[in-house]
C-alpha cells in the first residue's frame, strides 16, 4: 500500500472512530451547554422576531382607533382615511427597515463585542422598544408606537445575524443542521404565541393591547440574565482574539468533553490557511471569484425567503380569512392553526433534516408552495360556487405554511453560515440580512396593492417565485450536510470557474495552489494537511 493510500485508509478509520454510531455520536454531540445556549438564546432573539410578525394582527383595529382619537386630540378633526391607511402601512413595514439598519450595524458590533455580548447589548433595543410601546396608549402618543416598531426592527436585524452565527460556531458540524433550525422553530412560536396572547379572552382587547408589546421585555430579560453564564464562540476566540485558552475551555463547556484537541487542530488548521486575513468587506466579497456562487445563493434563497409569500399570509391572516368566507368571530381561532402548524412543521424540519439533508428540504418545500399557492387561487376564485370551498382555502394556506415551515423557513440561515470562512462571514450575513429586510419591507408595503390589482390571482405571482426558486437550488445548489467549509467551496469551484487556496503543511502556507484537486469524498482540509506530511 502506497502512503498516499495508508494516509487515506488512516482518516478514514479516524473518521469511523470519531463517529461511532450514528445514533450514540448525535447524543453524545447534544451537550447540555449547548442546549441551553440554543434555547436561551433563541429565545430572546429570534423568538421576538416572530412574536412581532403576528402580534400586530390581533390589535390592529384598536390601534387604529388609538391613531383617530390622537388626531382628533392634536388636530380637532378626524383622521382621513388615506392617511390612517399610510400610518398603519407605516407601522408595520418599518419593523423591516428598522430590521435592515440592525443588519447593518452587525459586523461593527460583533467585531467589537463578539457573538455573545452582541446579542446580550441586543436586548437594550428590545426592553427600550417594549417600553415605548407599552406606554404609547397611556401617553397618547402614536409615534411611541411606531418608533418602538423601528426599534424592535433593528433588534431583529442584529438578532437574525448575529444568532445564526452564534450557533453555526459553536455546533458540531454533525448536528450544525438540527441546532440551526432552533432559529426557525422559535420564530414559528413566536408567531403562535403573538396569535394565542391577542386572542380576545386574553389581552386582545381595547383596553390591555399595549401589555401585547411590553410582553416583549420578558425574552430579553431572560436572554440578559441568563446568557452571561454561558461562553463565547470559541472559533470567535481563536480567529479573532487569539484566545487558545479561552477557545478549548469553551469547546469543552459546548461539547461537553475534555479532550477537544481535534476540535481546536480544525479551527487552527483553518486560522493558518486565512493566516493574515482581515475581515473581508461587503464589496470584496461580492468581487471575490471564489465565492461568486455562493453569494448569489444565499441572496436567491433570501429573497425567496420573504418573497415567497408566507410574510403576506403573516401580515394579513385576518383580511385573507374573511376573502375566504370565514365570519369574523372564528378567525383568531382559525388564525391559531397557522402559528400551530408552523411550529410543528418547523420541529419536523430540525428532527429529519441531519438525515435529508439541506437541498432536498429547500426544493421540496418551495415545489409544494408553489402547488397550494396554485390550488389556493381556484377556490378563492370558486368560493362562491359551493360552502365547503373556503375551508379549502384555509387548508391550502396551512399546507402552504407547512410546506415553509418544513425547509424554506430555517434553512437559508444555515446556509449563509455554513457557505463562507470566518473571515468572509460577517459581511456575507450582512448581505443576507440586507436582501432580507427589503424583501420583507417590499412585501409587507406591496402586497395589499397586488391583491387590490390582481384579486383571487395575486398568490399565482407568489406560486411563479417558489417555482423559480426550486429550480434554482435543483440546478446550483450543492448538498451540505456533514461537510466542512473547505468541502462546500470545493462543490462551488467549478461553477465558480476558481479553485480555494489550500495548504500543504503548516510551513507552506501561503503557498495558493489553483489546480483541481482530484476528488475524494472523503477529504478534508485535514486530511490534505496529513497527506502532505506522509
Known amino acids: 500500500m502506497d502512503s498516499r493510500a495508508w494516509a487515506r485508509a488512516g482518516a478514514a478509520e479516524r473518521g469511523r472512530s470519531r463517529r461511532g454510531t450514528p445514533g450514540r455520536r448525535t447524543r453524545k454531540d447534544w451537550s447540555c451547554s449547548l442546549i441551553v445556549a440554543s434555547l436561551v438564546g433563541a429565545f430572546g432573539s429570534s ?62 458590533i460583533g467585531k467589537v463585542l463578539g457573538r455573545k455580548y452582541t446579542l446580550l447589548v441586543n436586548n437594550g433595543f428590545a426592553i427600550s422598544a417594549a417600553l415605548l410601546m407599552a406606554c404609547s396608549l397611556q401617553a397618547g402618543v402614536f409615534e411611541m408606537l411606531i418608533m418602538g416598531r423601528f426599534i424592535m426592527g433593528v433588534d431583529g436585524g442584529i438578532a437574525l445575524s448575529a444568532l445564526p452565527m452564534y450557533l453555526n460556531e459553536i455546533s458540531p458540524k454533525e448536528i450544525r443542521g ?115 456562487w455562493q453569494v448569489f445563493t444565499v441572496v436567491a434563497t433570501m429573497a425567496c425567503y420573504q418573497l415567497c409569500g408566507l410574510n403576506a399570509i403573516w401580515f394579513y391572516t385576518n383580511s385573507i380569512f374573511g376573502k375566504a368566507g370565514i365570519s369574523p368571530e372564528k378567525i383568531p381561532y382559525i ?126 405571482v407568489f406560486a411563479a417565485i417558489c417555482l423559480t426558486g426550486a429550480v434554482y437550488f435543483y440546478f446550483v445548489l450543492p448538498e451540505t450536510k456533514n461537510r466542512t467549509q473547505a468541502e462546500i467551496s470545493q462543490a462551488f469551484a467549478k461553477r465558480n470557474k476558481a479553485y480555494p487556496p489550500e495548504n500543504t503543511d503548516s510551513a507552506a502556507s501561503d503557498t495558493k495552489v489553483t489546480r483541481r484537486p482530484e476528488p475524494d469524498p472523503a477529504s478534508t482540509l485535514d486530511n490534505y494537511v496529513k497527506n502532505g506530511v506522509v
Open 178 to 292: 438540527s441546532l440551526g433550525q432552533v432559529t426557525a422553530i422559535f420564530i414559528c412560536i413566536g408567531v403562535f404565541t403573538g396569535q394565542v396572547l391577542g386572542l380576545p379572552e386574553l389581552l386582545g382587547k381595547e383596553s390591555t393591547w399595549p401589555y401585547l408589546f411590553g410582553v416583549i421585555a420578558v425574552p430579553a430579560f431572560v436572554q440578559l440574565v441568563s446568557l452571561p453564564f454561558l461562553p463565547e464562540s470559541p472559533r470567535y476566540l481563536l480567529f479573532e482574539k487569539h484566545d487558545q485558552a479561552g477557545a478549548e475551555k469553551a469547546f469543552q463547556t459546548f461539547l461537553g468533553k475534555e479532550d477537544v484537541s481535534r476540535e481546536v487542530e480544525e479551527v487552527l488548521m483553518e486560522s493558518r490557511v486565512q493566516r493574515n486575513v482581515q475581515l473581508v468587506s461587503v464589496l470584496e466579497l461580492l468581487r471575490s471569484p471564489l465565492v461568486r
Open 335 to 460: 388564525t391559531l392553526s397557522t402559528g400551530g402548524i408552523e411550529t410543528l412543521a418547523a420541529i419536523f424540519s430540525g428532527l429529519v433534516i441531519e438525515r435529508l439533508g439541506r437541498r432536498p428540504l429547500l426544493m421540496g418545500g418551495f415545489g409544494l408552495m408553489a402547488l397550494f399557492f396554485g390550488i389556493l387561487t381556484i377556490t378563492l376564485t370558486l368560493q362562491d360556487h359551493a360552502p365547503w370551498i373556503p375551508y379549502l382555502s384555509i387548508v391550502c394556506i396551512l399546507a402552504i405554511i407547512a410546506s415553509f415551515c418544513s425547509g424554506p423557513g430555517g434553512i437559508p440561515f444555515i446556509l449563509t453560515g455554513e457557505f463562507f470562512q470566518q473571515s468572509q462571514r460577517p459581511a456575507a450575513f450582512i448581505i443576507a440580512g440586507t436582501v432580507n429586510w427589503l424583501s420583507n419591507f417590499a412585501v409587507g408595503l406591496l402586497f395589499p396593492f397586488i391583491q387590490k390589482s390582481l384579486g383571487t390571482y395575486c398568490f399565482l
Open 47 to 108: 423568538f421576538l422576531y416572530g412574536y412581532n410578525l403576528s402580534v400586530v394582527n390581533a390589535p390592529a383595529q384598536y390601534i387604529k382607533s388609538f391613531y383617530n382619537e390622537s388626531w382628533e386630540r392634536r388636530h380637532g378633526h378626524p383622521i382621513d382615511p388615506d392617511t390612517l391607511t399610510l400610518l398603519w402601512s407605516v407601522t408595520v413595514s418599518i419593523f423591516a427597515i428598522g430590521g435592515l439598519v440592525g443588519t447593518l450595524m452587525v459586523k461593527l
